[in-house]
Each structure stands twice: as structure tokens, then as C-alpha cells.
């Protein structure tokens, strides 16, 4: 294997690091541990594992709370997985250690990492209690002759709740719900010394990562950090920068990789998140339509359409929900409203009867959303719906945000659709495309979503009907 001419000679340097004082750290420990498992830390890792584990004179871990941020494939878990070794095996007050992860199979392929490990380190298996690796889905850990516990789960609102744990380990941090930190941090208040791990990469919603970033740079007490990312001003296109960036560049990333496929196909907001760690603005700056600019669109007594579209949202939690309507008016602009806006979802189905019963039309339903629970009580009431593609969310969302930012868009002035996009944030999708996001958004979006929906659906919908007046 030959080395690539694009592999540039910077070695990356954090761009931000904080290590709290402490005479000792157990990180040689844990780096010795993981190498007897198989698990050879690069010097970056190794340099991490004994700042997260730096010591008080009393023994207790100088950092209450460690962060890692580095972008994508670099390594960051092997780090987490030492550092769970030797929490497992050598830290005497840790009883329980959860690690946890935005998506279940992440936390997975933590266990299956660990449990190879262990399993082939003849030391370290006999110290396993008998049928102590539980492989079930949902219960996958390892459990120690002494009790010691490792247990690996999907971070929810519940995922912590009746556990007294010492160590937390946050994988995918970026991704971290305040509902998630509600059920998790305090497991771990009434223990001796807890410790608590996050560890993930750069994003427009990673709103409790960069607090904690921003934590360090003030130089908190009681934290460590390490984070690694380019110079903003850097240029994009210098190899150079993506090293500096990276503490894996030319190692366990392929240089050419990155120069032929990830930098051309990525667009610059991607690789400047993904491979460049260069934080975006945060989501809830970014605003995808201008208030007053959506607000000038409003036309209280704008005439009714000939040919009514509908569609319902649910939110996530199922709290709240809305019906809207979408059609192209008189004059060719996009027409949209929210017809109802009610709590709960037990209202949902006989409304929508009623409406294609006096108004007619279709519903516009996104079968993977809440809504998509309403499909059976649709079909047995014979609902007129269609169904929507992810490729129609993402042009759903392009239509009603192009017709809103040309002018060619107009609404009702109702205030449950302003608050909506007032509070609305907008969610990138793998492999190009936006949406409306539905995570880490604090005001209900049902309006919003089900207007956008409806008018995508009058877009495509053939004309029938009469004209009404069915607004609300």
C-alpha cells in the first residue's frame, strides 16, 4: 500500500482543552487494561483517557463531567470503551455503569465491542459472573462475579429512571433530549463518585454539548474537555485543514476518501459538520422563513378555493394535533389554513369524516409520523387519503417554504400557525433534502406541518368539489 499524495504533515491539536487539576490520574490503568483486552489506544485516545480520569487528592475524579467532540469515524469510542473497562474492572466505587446512546443499535455495537473483548481476555472472563454477558435485545450487559454492572441501553425519558448508577457514558451527545438528561442525572446524586461521559460530534441541535463546550472554554471547574475541529477562516479545500481536524487524518481515515467523494458529494454545511467539526449556527437561530416575512403574507378575507386538500398532524407525544388545508387560489397564489388545532387525538377521526362529508377532497397522511396511526380508523370510516413518501416530505417542505420566501404564498393570519413557524426549525436529511424537524423543538409544529402536508397534496391532487367556505 502505497501513501496517498493528498496526506498532509499536520498533526491535529485539540482546539479547545480543559483538565481540571489532580495529582494522579487512573488512565494509565485503564489504557494498560484495554491493551491486555486487545484495545491499543492511538496517542489522542490515550490522551483523553487520563484527562477524564485525572484524580483528587482524595481519590475521587477530579471531573464530575468529561466531553469529547470530535467529527465522525475518528475513534472517539475505543476511548469510551477503555474507559468503561476500567470502570467495570478496576474502579472499586463503580456498581453501575450505563452507557447509553441516541439510537439503540450504537449502544449495541458498544456491547458487541466490549463483550469480544472480554470474552477472548481469559483474565478478565473469569472475574464474569456465570451467565453473567446477557446478549437479549433490550438486555444487553455484562455483570461481574462482585455485582459490578455494565449495562448498555437507547436513551429515552425512561432510560435512567429507577437506576443509582456511578458512571454514565452519553454516546451520540450530540443528540441529547433535556427530557433524556431529566431521567438520567440524577441516578447518578447519591453516589460516592459519579462520573458522567458525553461524547459526540458537532451539530445545529447539539444545544447541551456546546453548553458544556462553552462551559470549558470559560474553564469551568469539576470538567474536562477535549474537542477537536478546523479554524473556521481555514481554507476547505487545503488537506492540511481536514488533518487538523482530525487526529485520525491518513490513519483510520482514507485521505483519498475524503478528497473524492466526501468533499465533492457532501454539501459545504455537511463537511464543515461531519469532517471540519466547525459548529453551525444553532438551530434555533436559524430561521427557515422570516417571521415578518411570513406575517406580510396574510390575508384575513382572501376568497376561499374551489377544491379543499386536507391533511392531520400529531405531534410526537401525541398531546396535541391539527388539521389544514391547502389549495391554489383565485389568483394562482398557494392557499393554506389550519382548520382545527385541539389537544389530544381522540377528535381527529369524526372530524375528518365530516369534513370530506360536507367539504370533499382527500386527507394527506405521512405514514411515518404520529399520524400514521390513523390509517386503520381511516380505512374502516372509507377516509379518502393518500399517503405520503419520504421524497414527498422533502418536497413538501421545498414548496411550502419557496412559495412563502417568492410571495406566492397565502394564509389566514391565524396565530396557531405563526406561533408554530415562529418556533419551527428546519431538520437536514441524509442524502439531501429538508423537513420540519421534530426533535429538540419546544412549541408544538402540528400547524405548521399539517398546512404543508395539504398543500403539497393540492399540488398533486386532480380538481373536484365545489367552491365552500370551510376555514375555521
Not at 476500567?86 to 455495537?109: G, Y
Not at 461521559?197 to 454539548?209: E, H, K, N, R
Not at 458544556?212 to 472554554?217: G, I, M, P
Not at 467539526?277 to 376568497?303: C, H, K, M, N, Q
Request: charged content about 25%; hydrophobic content about 40%; some cysteine.
Amino acid at each position: 500500500m502505497t501513501t496517498s499524495p493528498l496526506a498532509a504533515p499536520t498533526v491535529a491539536l485539540p482546539r479547545l482543552r480543559l483538565v481540571p487539576d489532580g495529582p494522579t490520574s487512573a488512565g494509565s490503568e485503564a489504557i494498560d487494561l484495554a491493551a491486555s483486552a486487545g484495545l491499543h489506544l492511538d496517542p489522542w485516545q490515550a490522551q483523553v483517557v487520563e484527562d477524564f480520569l485525572t484524580e483528587r487528592p482524595d481519590g475521587k475524579w477530579s471531573a464530575l463531567r468529561c466531553g469529547l467532540i470530535v467529527p465522525r469515524q475518528n475513534g472517539k469510542s475505543r476511548a469510551l470503551e477503555a474507559i468503561a473497562l476500567h470502570a467495570l474492572f478496576l474502579d472499586p466505587d463503580a456498581r453501575l455503569i450505563l452507557w447509553s446512546a441516541h439510537q439503540f443499535k450504537t449502544a449495541r455495537e458498544a456491547f458487541s465491542n466490549l463483550r469480544a473483548m472480554v470474552q477472548n481476555t481469559p483474565h478478565l472472563m473469569e472475574r464474569v459472573k456465570p451467565n453473567g454477558i446477557r446478549a437479549s435485545h433490550g438486555e444487553e450487559g455484562i455483570e461481574l462475579r462482585d455485582g459490578s454492572r455494565l449495562n448498555f441501553v437507547a436513551r429515552s425519558r425512561t432510560s435512567g429512571r429507577g437506576f443509582s448508577g456511578d458512571k454514565l457514558i452519553l454516546d451520540e451527545a450530540q443528540e441529547i433530549d433535556p427530557e433524556d438528561l431529566a431521567s438520567s442525572l440524577p441516578m447518578l446524586s447519591a453516589r460516592p463518585n459519579p462520573q458522567i461521559i458525553l461524547a459526540g460530534t458537532v451539530s445545529p441541535t447539539a444545544d447541551y454539548l456546546r453548553q458544556v463546550r462553552e462551559q470549558a472554554a470559560e474553564g469551568a471547574k469539576n470538567l474536562a474537555l477535549t474537542e477537536y475541529g478546523a479554524d473556521p477562516e481555514a481554507d476547505r479545500d487545503d488537506p492540511a485543514t481536514w488533518a487538523s481536524a482530525n487526529p485520525s487524518f491518513g490513519h483510520r481515515l482514507d485521505v483519498e476518501f475524503i478528497a473524492t467523494v466526501e468533499k465533492p458529494d457532501l454539501t459545504a454545511e455537511a463537511f464543515d459538520q461531519e469532517r471540519l467539526g466547525i459548529w453551525p449556527a444553532r438551530a434555533s437561530e436559524v430561521t427557515v422563513i422570516p417571521l415578518d416575512t411570513f406575517t406580510e403574507l396574510a390575508d384575513p378575507d382572501y376568497p376561499p378555493p374551489t377544491s379543499p386538500t386536507f391533511s392531520v398532524d400529531i405531534s410526537p407525544d401525541r398531546a396535541r394535533a391539527a388539521i389544514g388545508v391547502g389549495s391554489r387560489g383565485a389568483d394562482g397564489r398557494a392557499l393554506v389554513a389550519v382548520v382545527d388545532h385541539k389537544a389530544g387525538t381522540g377528535w381527529i377521526v369524526d372530524r375528518a369524516a365530516d369534513l370530506i362529508a360536507e367539504r370533499g377532497g382527500e386527507f394527506i397522511i405521512d405514514p411515518t409520523s404520529a399520524a400514521g396511526s390513523l390509517i386503520p380508523a381511516f380505512d374502516e370510516r372509507e377516509i379518502p387519503y393518500r399517503v405520503m413518501k419520504t421524497r414527498d416530505v422533502i418536497q413538501a417542505f421545498g414548496i411550502f417554504v419557496d412559495a412563502a420566501m417568492n410571495g406566492d404564498l397565502v394564509h389566514l393570519g391565524q396565530t396557531s400557525l405563526i406561533e408554530a413557524l415562529a418556533g419551527a426549525k428546519k431538520r437536514d436529511l441524509t442524502g439531501g433534502g429538508s423537513s420540519w424537524a421534530r426533535q429538540h423543538v419546544a412549541i408544538d409544529i402540528t400547524p405548521l406541518v399539517a398546512v404543508t402536508n395539504a398543500l403539497w397534496g393540492a399540488g398533486t391532487a386532480e380538481p373536484s368539489g365545489d367552491p365552500d367556505i370551510y376555514f375555521l
